[in-house]
């Protein structure tokens, strides 16, 4: 076998280990140079992203594969049929977040090479930063329940010590303890009900409890904590308080990073109730006359209504406020509020009988909006980073008229503005508008709330971008400079990609989506990869 | 059910750690209920290995007896939980120390409410 | 923090050796009895914070300085996880090998010969393989990592324009 097909083998593992073994080098590499230190830990990002596309290729090549790793050894299940190694399970719903988590990562490390420069503390900095990047791979591409959890507080520790980089600004380590203290009550709330889980059925696999699972009155209480686990790490009212102070007083390749973070979580709970709680969610609960009521309807129309209200309150918190990244914070807030809907009305309908394809149309939308969201809103994030980088100020009521000075980033963020507020031909337009197809046949109101407040989103950023870019040219101003060209670079690289899935949505979610809106709905696959044979 | 008061005892940890991260304002106070959630949960795992009349999980070769052991698992699992929660509480200790330097005062009510 | 008085410094001239070796017992038994990298590393850890305590934090960071315990902890870290890559790279050297990553590849082979006695001395270290190697990384990384943390804490602290003894 050669050099590429071992590559492709091992390649789970890799993913999570090389930026680990990064992250250990650095401190030591950083004592001979600093150049070589930021060429060393662009090399590991690249070399990972390199693998993860290795992978990509050779799932996609035949549908419905699923690629298994066990950890220290060639067997996950012994004859008993007990399930006793760690193993890493890749289908096509762990690789799509992967590439999303691939793209975000080699802009954040290409922005920081620059925005950073003139700090202290540096080794340290790309240390956290690697440990992010390792903990957010191992999050998503783990097929274990505990090792979830213990990949979450990685990622959850080192970021928080990231937010809390400024340390010389009060606010900013004030931010990182509220962080921390939410994050690590839902990390707490998510070891409950995995002890409980472990309790009852004896397996920490995932694919081994979803073969196992009956749902008795234990794994309610369990699926319950479970979700305001995962809820309050990805940033839903009412737990949403940390994510305008941590993502505001940060620097902004961090910020750039822990969207991806936050994704990640998101993904979790998306695992938990499609694949492991999978088979029994259409249990029947009630029946009221001769409707039956679900348990999928019950929870499909609860996560609708928290979904409402986190776009509500995304939305108008986002007009009042004066400060530039808090606004896009607000925003970013709103629009994890339109995935939730997506996934909330595909619950209500995709696991009953009278189905008729609103289900998976509303799942694709959802899935397709995670990778558009965290494409446009971590754009933004990189403006606002280029502005503070060029004139030291934050607030809008003293920005100004800087069009004629910084033209490419102008234009970066015209291409933000248009592709958050779902603007064609940008790639907002097209998720956003299957998110309202399939909502308008559930119910005709969920609909029109969200366009009305895809329409404020629109009217908050034109106020930005004039208040900001536009407007006579300020005398304090005269001096500021285009940004330096590797910021440009990455703020680049995530337009050109805005533009491509904008043009060409039909090749994107035929050949991406699909395969994890697949993989999502029928989880039958997932088990017999491990347990062989149902 | 004198084999269910551990978790009676697990759920009121649990109630006593919220009611002072929600309720109280002094920093360490808050930092004192995140070790008391920590310390419920870590009991709540090692409760589940029991089973009655167990020994230690040590194997000492052929002379053993491998079906009276208690649960080796959660033994593992709580080890875990303990060392993620040694690191998080040297973080949130930092960052007060922090804090104290910057602000003066450990109210959770008065700090970061600055003027940008 | 200043020191404290002279009884309290003999007392722990004495007692810390015996914490320590205490420690490495721990570690070095990870393999067999309840122990292993973090609980040893955290016992010897605990001996130094009360060298740290008994001496005062001026004192202790005059001797020891901050860079050193960071190369010692990055060493630690480096030997686990270059541990588990040999598990996939022993492929590269001996072709009859097929293995994972964190593979214990030291038990159950016919390379190395050592590693392989089972039987009369089944409580050695020379019979878990890789294991007790990795306990050692582990010990030598907690030991660095929690002493800087404290005495970062504590010399973080310390009062200004208190005459230090």
Redesign the interface.
């Known amino acids: 076998m050669n050099i590429i097909d071992d590559l492709i083998l091992h390649s789970p593992a890799l993913i999570v280990a090389i930026p680990l073994l990064g992250a250990f080098l650095t401190p030591l590499v950083s004592r001979i140079n600093d150049k070589l230190r930021n060429i060393f830990v662009i090399f590991i990002v690249l070399f990972t992203s390199a693998i993860v596309l290795l992978l990509a290729n050779d799932i996609y090549s035949l549908g419905g594969k699923i690629h298994t790793y066990v950890f220290g050894g060639s067997a996950a299940v012994t004859q008993g049929g007990f399930a006793i190694r760690i193993l890493f399970e890749v289908d096509g719903l762990n690789i799509f977040m992967a590439l999303i988590a691939t793209i975000l990562a080699i802009a954040g490390v290409i922005y920081s090479w620059s925005f950073m420069k003139e700090n202290t503390g540096l080794d340290k900095y790309y240390t956290l930063y690697l440990l992010i990047i390792a903990g957010m791979f191992g999050m998503i591409l783990t097929g274990d329940m505990f090792n979830f959890f213990v990949f979450l507080e990685i990622t959850s520790i080192a970021s928080c010590a990231l937010i809390a980089f400024w340390t010389n600004k009060g606010k900013a380590i004030d931010a990182g303890f509220k962080y921390i203290v939410i994050s690590s009550i839902g990390a707490l709330f998510i070891l409950f009900a995995i002890a409980i889980l472990y309790g009852q059925y004896n397996a920490l696999n995932m694919a081994v409890l979803a073969d196992k699972i009956q749902f008795s009155f234990l794994d309610k209480i369990a699926l319950a904590v479970l979700i305001t686990g995962l809820a309050m790490k990805a940033g839903i009212v009412p737990m949403h308080m940390w994510l305008p102070d941590a993502y505001g007083r940060a620097p902004s390749s961090v910020t750039l990073i822990l969207v991806g973070a936050t994704q990640a979580s998101l993904y979790g709970a998306l695992r938990m109730i499609f694949t492991v709680y999978g088979g029994s969610l259409s249990n029947t609960l009630n029946q009221i006359g001769d409707v039956n009521i679900d348990l999928n309807l019950l929870l499909g129309i609860f996560i609708v209504a928290l979904a409402l209200v986190t776009i509500f309150i995304g939305v108008l918190m986002a007009l009042k406020e004066n400060n530039f990244k808090r606004m896009i914070a607000f925003a970013a807030v709103a629009e994890i509020g339109y995935m939730i809907l997506a996934i909330g009305a595909a619950l209500t309908t995709v696991f009953s009988a009278t189905d008729t394809g609103t289900g998976v149309m509303a799942l694709k939308g959802g899935l397709f909006h995670i990778l558009n969201d965290a494409l446009d809103v971590g754009l933004l994030f990189l403006v606002a980073g280029a502005i503070y980088y060029a004139t030291k100020e934050t607030s809008l009521n003293r920005l100004g008229g800087l069009a004629r000075n910084m033209k490419y980033t102008t234009i970066f963020f015209l291409i933000g503005l248009l592709a958050v507020s779902g603007m064609p031909p940008m790639n907002g337009f097209a998720s956003k508008l299957i998110i309202y197809e399939s909502t308008y046949q559930v119910n005709p109101i969920l609909s029109i709330i969200a366009i009305l407040c895809s329409i404020l989103l629109l009217a908050v950023f034109v106020k930005v971008f004039h208040s900001a870019f536009l407007g006579p040219k300020q005398s304090r101003f005269d001096e500021v400079k285009e940004v330096p060209k590797s910021m440009l670079l990455a703020m680049g690289i995530i337009a050109c990609i805005i533009i491509f899935i904008g043009l060409f949505p039909n090749l994107v979610i035929d050949n991406i989506v699909q395969p994890a809106v697949n993989a999502i709905t029928n989880n039958s696959n997932y088990i017999s990869n491990v347990i062989g044979g149902i | 059910m004198i084999y269910n008061i551990p978790y009676i005892a697990v759920v009121a940890l649990?109630l006593i750690g919220?009611y002072a991260?929600i309720f109280k304002r002094n920093?360490i106070k808050?930092v004192i209920g995140?070790t008391l959630?920590?310390s419920g949960?870590n009991l709540?795992?090692i409760t589940?290995a029991f089973r009655e009349d167990s020994i230690?999980p040590?194997?000492r070769?052929s002379g053993s007896r491998i079906m009276d052991m208690s649960l080796p698992?959660?033994?593992a699992?709580t080890?875990?939980?303990i060392?993620?929660g040694?690191?998080?509480l040297?973080?949130?200790?930092?960052?007060?120390?922090?804090?104290y330097k910057?602000?003066n005062t450990l109210d959770a009510s008065k700090?970061?409410r600055?003027e940008? | 923090m200043s020191g404290m008085s002279r009884i309290v410094k003999t007392v722990t001239n004495v007692a810390f050796p015996i914490v320590m070796i205490y420690g490495l017992y721990v570690i070095a038994h990870g393999h067999l009895t309840p122990g292993g990298g973090f609980q040893g590393g955290a016992v010897v850890a605990s001996g130094l914070a009360m060298l740290l305590v008994a001496y005062g934090s001026v004192w202790t960071m005059g001797k020891v300085k901050e860079k050193q315990l960071s190369v010692l902890e990055s060493i630690g870290a480096l030997g686990f996880i270059s541990l588990a890559f040999l598990g996939i790279l022993m492929v590269l050297l001996y072709s009859s090998f097929q293995g994972n990553f964190f593979n214990n590849f030291l038990i159950n082979q016919d390379i190395i010969p050592i590693f392989n006695e089972i039987g009369r001395g089944l409580a050695n270290i020379n019979t878990a393989g890789v294991i007790p190697l990795m306990n050692f990384a582990v010990g030598l990384k907690v030991i660095a990592g929690l002493f800087a943390i404290v005495l970062v804490m504590a010399y973080a602290t310390r009062l200004k324009g208190v005459k230090q003894k």
């Open positions: 649990i919220l991260v920093l808050i995140i959630i920590e949960v709540f795992l589940l230690a040590i194997y070769g698992v959660p033994h699992l080890l875990t939980s060392v993620i040694v690191a998080v040297a973080l949130m200790l930092s960052l007060i120390i922090h804090l910057h602000y700090i970061g600055e940008e």
